[in-house]
């Protein structure tokens, strides 16, 4: 870690009861928005409304149309956000946008809405992109933008990135835009019906974002005093999260620790498990946290900087980097299996990404990443 480094997350958060509290919002937008010339102050028109079948019914939906309505926006719904969604989703979002006359974006639900609100905020600003024009890397306008989380875990309101599926090479990646919300409203009751599965999941990912951006060899001494306070914080939900007690006070620390964790990676980045579990979810149809969470203990066993490592596990109350390993265990069903040739396959792939190993901290073999597939998993 050099001494120079710089911290950036713009989007202002509000936290609450319910979004109506925070109706006057969604007149004006005084937040940080890229702006087509043509763009007005204010967060717009009428707002294209990204959602899922099931995020949008926890009360988040009718709250937000409460709020648009109030201030005279009108609104399109699209609610056929896809999980892990893809470029050709992001392209079905931008196109119901345009078709509705849409000039601005309000995400509902967990990552994969938000993700694709972000993609269809700058499709909306660039009709003559195509989602897959998105990947280069670049700076792209987009409409403003709102976030309202329905799960805890990826913390996407508060970082910069647009996880899509790319069918065409079988991975994840973001796009190449930095996008963040001007806004995101985090009420703790809209997570309350989570199933839970997608708690425990989503749990793990927060873990995952802290713990890797901690470990990043972009973390800065700023991100590293947020990731250490997250760590306390997640130590404390542990006993709520092994009991599957669920009330209140955890789901609002679970969300403020998503959004935390998200404002660590919003510059730190995630490292390899990430890169290494988007093989999980897109093959072995792992849901996102899961996905990276079983890898996390075997890459705490790996990483070059054993003092942060251990500093790590002390302040989130963990053992052992096998600690980690069986509490994100304890939460799936069973313990993934690999072929060999899925193991050298995965391997192989993530090994020409040369970008994200540079994440890491040190050299990076491509039998390091074998190794860390087989002792993560079953081979069969
Ligand atoms: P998700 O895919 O958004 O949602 C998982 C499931 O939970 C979906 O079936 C969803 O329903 C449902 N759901 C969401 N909110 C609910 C609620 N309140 N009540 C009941 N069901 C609800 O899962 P996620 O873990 O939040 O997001 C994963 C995605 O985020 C992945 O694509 C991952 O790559 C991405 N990600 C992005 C970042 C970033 O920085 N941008 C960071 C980490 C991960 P619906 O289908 O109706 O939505
Ligand atoms: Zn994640």
Redesign the pocket.
């Known amino acids: 870690m050099s001494g120079k480094y710089e911290y950036f997350m713009p989007t202002r958060l509000f936290f609450g009861g319910s979004v109506r509290e925070f109706a006057a919002e969604f007149a004006g937008d005084r937040s940080y928005q890229k702006r087509t010339p043509s763009q007005s102050a204010g967060f717009g028109r009428k707002a294209l409304i990204v959602?899922?079948?099931?995020?949008?019914?926890?009360g988040?939906l009718d709250d937000a149309a409460y709020c648009l309505s109030q201030n005279g926006l009108e609104y399109a719904v699209f609610?056929r956000?896809?999980?892990?969604?893809s470029l050709e989703n992001a392209d079905e979002a931008a196109k119901a946008g345009l078709d509705a006359g849409c000039d601005c974006v309000v995400a509902i639900?967990?990552?994969?809405?938000?993700?694709l609100g972000?993609a269809a905020a700058v499709l909306l600003a660039n009709p003559d992109k195509k989602a897959k024009d998105l990947i280069q890397p670049g700076e792209y306008a987009h409409v403003p933008l709102y976030a309202v989380?329905?799960?805890?875990?990826?913390?996407?309101e508060?970082?910069?990135?647009?996880?899509?599926?790319l069918h065409e090479k079988q991975t994840?990646s973001?796009i190449g835009a930095n996008v963040f919300f001007g806004k995101a409203f985090l009420c703790a009751r809209?997570?309350?019906?989570?199933?839970e599965a997608?708690t425990l999941?989503?749990a793990v990912?927060v873990l995952a974002?802290l713990c890797e951006g901690y470990l990043s060899s972009k973390a800065s001494p700023f991100s590293d005093m947020l990731a250490e306070g997250g760590f306390a914080s997640f130590a404390e939900c542990v006993p709520a999260l092994k009991a599957r007690a669920f009330d209140a006070p955890f789901r609002e620390k679970m969300l403020r620790l998503s959004s935390l964790a998200?404002v660590v990676?919003?510059q730190a980045r995630?490292s390899l498990p990430?890169a290494m579990g988007?093989a999980m979810?897109y093959f072995k149809h792992m849901?996102?946290?899961f996905g990276?969470g079983i890898l996390l203990g075997e890459y705490l066993k790996f990483h070059p900087d054993r003092e942060k490592v251990g500093r790590f596990l002390r302040l989130a109350g963990f053992a052992s980097a096998d600690g980690v390993k069986e509490l994100v265990l304890s939460f799936t069903e069973r313990p993934p299996s690999l072929t060999p040739a899925e193991i050298e396959d995965f391997s192989r792939k993530l090994y020409e990404n040369k970008a994200k190993l540079a994440i890491h901290p040190g050299l990076v073999e491509l039998e390091d990443i074998r190794e860390m597939y087989r002792r993560s998993t079953v081979t069969i």
Do not use: F, Q, R
Request: proline share 10%; net charge negative; charged share 15%.
């Open positions: 959602t899922g079948k099931s995020s949008a019914k926890n988040a609610d956000t896809e999980e892990n969604p639900g967990g990552g994969s809405p938000m993700d972000k989380p329905t799960t805890a875990g990826t913390g996407s508060t970082t910069p990135y647009s996880i899509l599926t994840k973001s809209y997570t309350d019906n989570l199933p997608v999941s989503a990912d974002h998200g990676i919003a995630t990430h988007y979810t849901p996102h946290g990276t």
